[in-house]
Each structure stands twice: as C-alpha cells, then as structure tokens.
Antibody
Framework: QVQLVQSGAEVKKPGASVKVSCKAS????????LHWVRQAPGQGLEWMGW????????HYGRKFQGWVTMTRDTSISTVYMELNRLRSDDTAVYYC????????????????WGQGTLVIVSS | QSALTQPASVSGSPGQSITISCTGS?????????VSWYQQHPGRAPKLIIY???NRPSGVSNRFSGSKSGNTASLTISGLQAEDEADYCC?????????FGGGTKLTVL
C-alpha cells in the first residue's frame, strides 16, 4: 500500500525553525519526487517545492527560496522540510505529496499525499 | 506566480450537476494540459480526482469529469451525492513549478 506518513504537530515561537518529516512506504522511494504543499487555516493550498530523493536535488518556489530546506535520508525512505525564521502567518498544515517519475518522465499531479502536519507559530 | 481563480463556493441539490471553474493565464492553464483537481474533506488530505485536464484515476467515480477551454479549466460533478460535499482545488503545472487555486467549497443542499 502506497503511503506517506508525516511527523506530528509542532508548536513553535516566532523566529524559530521547524523540521517536518515524511516517510514513504509501499513504493520505490527513489522513483518519485516528493513535494511540499501547505495550507493556512481556511485558505487554499500553496506549493513550496520538491526534492528528488534519488539525487537530493531540490527546486523551491520563488517565495520560499532562502527560507526552506528540503533534504532526504534514503536509508529510511524519509524526506524532510525545514522552514526557518517562522512567523505567525506560517501557521498551517504542511503536506508532503508524491509525483511519480519513470524513465526520465514525470507525472504532473500529486498522488498520494501524506496526512498533513499542523505547525502552529505563536508566542 | 499568482494563484488560480476559483469561485469561493458552489451548491447544488442531490442528483443535480455542478461545474467549478479554475481560471489561470496563458502561462499556466492555457499553456499546458497539466491541470489536476483534488477533493478535500474537512481535516483530511487532498485526494486526486482528475489529472491532465480530463483523466480520472482508477477508483474515482465517473460522475467527476474535467475539461479546459483557453485559460480556464472546469470540473463537473454530475448526479450530486451528499458525500461530494467537500472542498475542491485545482492546480496547474507551469515551468517546473505548480500553482494552486484558492479552493471551492461545494455544499450539497
């Protein structure tokens, strides 16, 4: 069963950093790109960037460049998203989502998704 | 990258059909046939229901269909059922990035 399982909720103070994990199971971890998408309370989804677990290569959305870091540990099929200098408006549910790639070609959609990790930023 | 534009809410009665629009630009929706749609129930992760404008993943009801004209993509749900009440969000690939719509809340009356 293809599944992404994320780490638990976090509460952080403004200015701190948060690191969220996303563990893959049931599929070849390195055959996918893993994306991070966030959703602020009552708001729509916002794409943050992706990591290629095979190479470690990353691509971040312009808004998040210099602010987010995505890494991976292939030995445990896990990717991480670290967001620095947190502000209150970073309060959101953070999702990882997978993009299938094969033979140098990738899908353009996300499936499956992790269950989401709530990050609350509050003093 | 600007978000795609969706109506904030739509509603319909059981058995009826509704359509949700997703308007972008010639750089995203209009440039690629890479629009996907996601259904999201409260407190749950998004679920893929349409990909590449018109395709349904295995297991998704054929009551869901997608289309595109110019810079606007659309999701149609026919034969509305109570379980369809959820948020629906579109996204489009563009230049190695993805842009999402603001989401539409569907109420089944």
């Amino acid at each position: 069963q293809v599944q992404l399982v994320q780490s638990g909720a976090e509460v952080k103070k403004p200015g701190a950093s948060v690191k969220v994990s996303c563990k893959a199971s049931g599929f070849t971890f390195t055959g996918y790109y893993l994306h991070w998408v966030r959703q602020a309370p009552g708001q729509g989804l916002e794409w943050m960037g992706w990591i290629n677990p095979n190479s470690g290569g990353t691509h971040y959305g312009r808004k998040f460049q210099g602010w987010v870091t995505m890494t991976r540990d292939t030995s445990i099929s896990t990717v991480y998203m670290e967001l620095n200098r947190l502000r209150s408006d970073d309060t959101a549910v953070y999702y990882c989502a997978s993009q299938y790639c094969s033979g140098g070609r990738c899908s353009t959609w996300f499936d499956p998704w992790g269950q989401g990790t709530l990050v609350i930023v509050s003093s | 990258q600007s978000a795609l534009t969706q109506p904030a809410s739509v509603s319909g009665s059981p058995g009826q059909s509704i359509t949700i629009s997703c308007t972008g630009s010639s750089s995203d929706v209009g440039a690629y046939d890479y629009v996907s749609w996601y259904q999201q129930h409260p407190g749950r992760a998004p679920k893929l229901i349409i990909y590449d404008v018109i395709n349904r993943p295995s297991g998704v009801s054929n009551r869901f269909s997608g289309s595109k004209s110019g810079n606007t993509a659309s999701l149609t749900i026919s034969g509305l059922q109570a379980e369809d009440e959820a948020d629906y969000c579109c996204t489009s690939y563009t230049n190695n990035t993805w842009v999402f719509g603001g989401g539409t809340k569907l109420t089944v009356l």
